[in-house]
Each structure stands twice: as C-alpha cells, then as structure tokens.
C-alpha cells in the first residue's frame, strides 16, 4: 500500500478521460438534449397556438354558416316570389295571346263571311240578272242597268 | 491458490490484497502499480468511448433505448451540478460525469467472484497477482482527489485572480486583520490537505473494507461445510448491501467534486 508513480499515471488517465468527456461526448449529446427540448416547447406552443385556431376557425365557421343559412332563405324566397311572377306573368301572356288568337280567328271569320257575302251578292245578282231577262224575254242591256245592279247589290 | 506458496490464510489474503508492481526506477516511488492503471484505464475507454458512441449518433428527435439511458445518466448528473453550482457547465458537469461513471465502474469491480477472477487472470492472462478493483487502491483514489485539487486551485485562480486567491488564503474566513493572517492561513491550509484526503480515503477505505469483508468470507467457506453454507448467504447479503456502497460511493465522489469545484468559484 505505498503512494507510487501509479497516481500520477492514473491522474492522468483521469485527466485524458475529463479531457474527452468534456470536448467530445458532453456536447453533442447535450445538444440533442437541448434541440429535444426547444422542440417539446415549439410543439406546445404550436398546438396551443393550433387550439386557439380551432377555436377561432370554429367560430367564423359557425358565423359563415349563420350567414349563409340566411342567404339562402333569402334566395329561396326570392325564388318563391319570382316563381309566382312567373306563372302570373305566363297566365297574362296566354291570356293575351288566347285574346289574339280568338280576335284573329274572328277577324278571318269575319273576311270569310263578308267574302261569301260578295260571292252570293254576285250570283244573286246574276240571277235576277237572268230571271229578269226571262221574264222580259228580252235582252237587257248590262252597261244600262249595270248601276241598277250595283245599287241592288248594296240593299242586298 | 498462489502456485508455490504455503496456502493458508495469511498468503490467501496477501495473494488478494497484492499487487502487480513494475518497477520504472530505482527509487520505490518509481514503481507502477500495473493492475490499477491497465483496469482503470480498461475501463475509462470502455466507458468514455461507449458514451461517446451514443452521443456521436445522438439525435433530437425521438431517442432510442441506448440513447435514452445514457440521456438519463446525463440528466441525473447535470441535474446535480445545476442544484449546487451556478454558472456555466461546460466543463464542470461533463467532469463530473467522468467522475461518476469511471469510479462507478471501478467499483463495480469489487463484484467480480475474487477467486474466478484470480483462477482466470492466472490461468488465461498469466496473471498470477492482479487486483481487479483500483479504487481499491490508494494510489487511484489519490490521484482522482489530488486532481480535484488542482481544478480547485486552478479555477480559484481563473475566477479570482492569483491575487484575490492569495488574499482570501489569508483574509478568509476570519477577517482580514493582520493578526488574523497567520490564523486564517493556517485554518485554509488545512482545508485544502483535509479535503483531497477526506475525499480519497473515503473511497478508498469502503472499496478496500469491501474487498476485505469478501475474502473473510470465502475464507470462512473454506473452512468447513458449514462455513461454506453461512459463507454463501453472508456473501449474499454483502455483495447485496455492496451494490449500495458501490453506487453511493461513486456518488458521494461526484458530488464533493462538484462541490469542491463549485466552492473554488465562489468569493468569501
């Protein structure tokens, strides 16, 4: 049990061994350590961050929503009205078109009957023409009587 | 269990106790104890570059097991440091760490089976006297404690100046009247020998009672059956109660060593 060089040689194992420890083990790790734990509080911070977020998009989300529900029973009830201005306005439109047709259709009835009217004044016309030249037995002259037919024609 | 000695109790216990002295000079002091130093040294690499691998490949993300345990190790020791000593830790705590796991480690020697291990450095390292436990010895535990010596002094100096040391080496802690010089001197005087030496007996003398108390023992197993048989369970117990001697030892060595450090930084 004497003191020996052996404690200077293992002082200076020892110091080669706090040499290395100190320059190379303890500070990388050290770094991880630290890097690790930047990290947990950036992510705290972040889903604390993220929370308050969720919060807020909800809320917007729930506003949007409100408006949106309004919006749309605007919409609906301006379809509604414009609907029914609608099919008033088309009754309106066939009703007057219907007017137009039976208006039309009148008229031509109308054309058509004073046509048959002329065409029967002629043959009429034309037939006391005959019957009175039969019962003349003897011939009349048109160019003569033409104004007589004529006013004939109109009594007719 | 010496080839070529009377075994008995006496030789058993010299053979155990004995080291593997290499002589570098003429002078005694000139002698190397090359057990303490080959197993110190085995294990300081062993350690250091272990932890040295994991730091390499240390990352921040999620760690593995090996990274964790050895985080945990860092943690535990830089925890100690931050409760004693304020200030930056860039050197004190990895010191510290050294300290811890290579006394941890040397202690741990102590529970290796002395007689396997005697059987195994003879007959497979030809190794007739080996001591496997260099805290054990006096030398390593010096040579730790002395270093912390010289840390203290040397950061004393870096923080207060050579002058402020000197002055406090007489100034402190009674006062700085010149009456008081000699005094003060004198009560810092033996401060700085009682601490290394407190220190590195302390260690010295549970690792060097331990392996007493183990080789009373195996001793007594040798006597008899019955000896044999109370042997075992007493060893048991002791190798049990030993974890706990080991553990705490290495930790009672850090934590002076932080604060010796700790209180070379600090200005009375």
Redesign the interface.
């Known amino acids: ?11 200076i ?3 080669l ?2 040499l ?3 320059k ?10 630290e ?2 734990q930047k ?1 947990i509080a950036d992510g705290l911070a972040a889903g604390e961050q993220g929370k308050q977020q969720l919060e807020a998009s909800g809320k917007l989300a729930s506003e949007e929503l409100g408006k949106a529900r309004v919006r749309a029973a605007e919409i609906i009830a301006h379809a509604e009205k414009r609907g029914l201005q609608m099919i008033e306005e088309a009754k309106n439109s066939a009703k007057a078109e219907g007017d137009r047709l039976i208006a039309g259709a009148k008229s031509e009835i109308q054309q058509e009957v004073s046509s048959a009217k002329e065409a029967l004044r002629e043959q009429v016309a034309t037939l006391v023409v005959s019957g009175a030249e039969k019962i003349l037995q003897r011939e009349v002259n048109a160019q003569a009587h033409a104004e007589l037919l004529n006013q004939l024609k109109r009594e007719l | 269990m010496a080839t070529g000695h009377e075994l008995n109790a006496t030789s058993y216990i010299q053979h155990h106790l004995g080291f593997k002295a290499q002589a ?1 000079g003429d002078h ?6 090359v057990d ?2 080959v197993t ?2 085995v294990l ?1 690499i062993v ?2 570059a272990l ?2 691998w ?3 490949g ?4 999620v ?1 593995g097991k090996r ?1 964790a345990f ?2 945990l190790l ?2 535990f020791v ?1 925890d100690q440091v931050k409760g004693i000593f304020h200030g930056k830790r ?2 004190i ?3 510290a ?2 300290v811890f796991v ?1 006394v941890l480690l040397m202690n741990a020697m102590d529970f290796l089976p002395a007689d396997i291990m005697s059987w195994i450095l003879t007959n497979v390292f030809h190794q007739n006297e080996f001591r496997i436990v ?1 805290t054990a ?4 535990t ?3 404690s ?2 912390v010596l010289f840390l203290m002094i040397y950061f004393s100096i870096a923080v207060k100046g050579l002058g402020g040391w000197i002055h406090e080496l007489f100034c402190a802690p009674f006062g700085a009247h010149p009456v008081l010089w000699p005094f003060n001197f004198l009560f810092n005087l033996v401060e700085y020998v009682s601490k290394p030496l407190s220190h590195s007996l302390r260690l010295y003398g549970n690792m060097y009672a331990g392996e007493i108390i183990f080789l009373l023992l195996w001793l007594w197993a040798a006597t008899s059956l019955s000896g044999a048989f109370f042997g075992v369970i007493l060893g048991v117990g002791w190798s049990i109660f030993h974890i706990l001697i080991v553990v705490l030892q290495a930790y009672i060595f850090m934590m002076l060593t932080i604060v010796y450090i700790s209180m070379a930084h600090e200005s009375h």
Do not use: H
């Open positions: 049990m004497n003191i020996n060089l052996t404690l200077i040689a293992q002082a194992s020892f110091a061994f706090i290395f420890t100190v190379f083990v303890w500070p990388p790790l050290m770094k991880a350590i890097e690790r990290q | 570098v005694p002091f000139l002698t190397l104890y303490s130093l110190g040294a300081g350690a250091t932890m040295w994991v730091a390499r240390a990352t921040s993300g760690p990274q050895v985080e860092f943690g830089d860039d050197f705590a990895p010191t760490l050294t290579w260099p010895d006096v030398n390593t010096f040579a730790l002395l270093s």
